[in-house]
C-alpha cells in the first residue's frame, strides 16, 4: 500500500546546479500537485495537474518545472537552484472532486 | 482569494487538558474544510475533514464542526496526550470552477504536549 512515494528524502544542491524531485502515487489519481513548506508560511502551491499530459501553475511556480507524461508521475524539476528553494517539498494526488487529498512524507532540499 | 487564518502558536499543554485551535476562512464557494497533522520529520496526515455546513468531523478524539455562519472549522480535543505533540494545519479546498486538486493553507500550529 504505497500511496504517493517521493525521493529523494533528501538533498543538498549547490546554487546553479539542477535536480528532479520524483513523486509517484499507485491510486490512479487524477489530480496531482506540488507543495512547499517554509517556516511560519504553511503550505504553498507550486505547480498541479488535473490529468497526463494537463500542468498549470499554483501561487509560487518561479524556477520550478513539471511535466506529467504518466497518470502515476509528476516529477518536479529545479531548473537553476537558489537558497530561496531551500524548503521542504511535498507532493500530494487525489482522485478528484472532493476526495481526499493524499501527501507523500516529503522532501528535504537545501541549497547552499 | 481563498485564505485560512488559524491561530499561532506555539501552543503548549499538559497532558489530559483541553485543546482548542481556532481556525476561519474565506472561500469564495461552498469550500471542503480539512485539519492536517504534521509529526516531526514526518509528512502531513490527513486528521478529520467536512464537506458541507454543519457537518463535524471527528477522528482520534479530535474534532471539528463546519460553522458557515462563522466561516469557522475549530479543532478540539476533550484530553490531549504527549503523543498529540505536532503541527497542525487548517485548510481547504474550494470545490467550485473544479478545484478540488489544490489545499489552500493555514500557517500551522505547533502544539507540543508535557507529561
Known amino acids: 500500500n504505497a500511496g504517493v512515494t517521493q525521493t529523494p528524502k533528501f538533498q543538498v544542491l549547490k546554487t546553479g546546479q539542477s535536480m528532479t524531485l520524483q513523486c509517484a502515487q499507485d491510486m490512479n489519481h487524477e489530480y496531482m500537485s506540488w507543495y512547499r513548506q517554509d517556516p511560519g508560511m504553511g503550505l504553498r502551491l507550486i505547480h498541479y495537474s488535473v490529468g497526463a499530459g494537463i500542468t498549470d501553475q499554483g501561487e509560487v511556480p518561479n524556477g520550478y518545472n513539471v511535466s506529467r507524461s504518466t497518470t502515476e508521475d509528476f516529477p518536479l524539476r529545479l531548473l537553476s537552484a537558489a537558497p530561496s528553494q531551500t524548503s521542504v517539498y511535498f507532493c500530494?494526488?487525489?482522485?478528484?472532486?472532493?476526495?481526499?487529498?493524499?501527501f507523500g512524507e516529503g522532501s528535504w532540499l537545501t541549497v547552499v | 482569494g481563498d485564505s485560512v487564518t488559524q491561530m499561532e502558536g506555539p501552543v503548549t499543554l499538559s497532558e489530559e487538558a483541553f485543546l482548542t485551535i481556532n481556525c476561519t476562512y474565506t472561500a469564495t464557494g461552498y469550500p471542503s474544510l480539512f485539519w492536517y497533522v504534521q509529526y516531526p520529520g514526518e509528512g502531513l496526515q490527513l486528521l478529520l475533514k467536512a464537506t458541507k455546513a454543519d457537518d463535524k468531523g471527528s477522528n482520534k478524539g479530535f474534532e471539528a464542526t463546519y460553522r458557515k455562519e462563522t466561516t469557522s472549522f475549530h479543532l478540539e480535543k476533550g484530553s490531549v496526550q504527549v503523543s498529540d505533540s505536532a503541527v497542525y494545519f487548517c485548510?481547504?479546498?474550494?470545490?467550485?470552477?473544479?478545484?478540488?486538486?489544490?489545499?489552500?493553507f493555514g500557517k500551522g500550529t505547533l502544539l507540543t504536549v508535557n507529561p
Open positions: 500530494a494526488s487525489n482522485k478528484g472532486a472532493g476526495n481526499t487529498i493524499y
Open positions: 485548510a481547504l479546498s474550494d470545490g467550485s470552477g473544479g478545484s478540488n486538486y489544490k489545499l489552500t
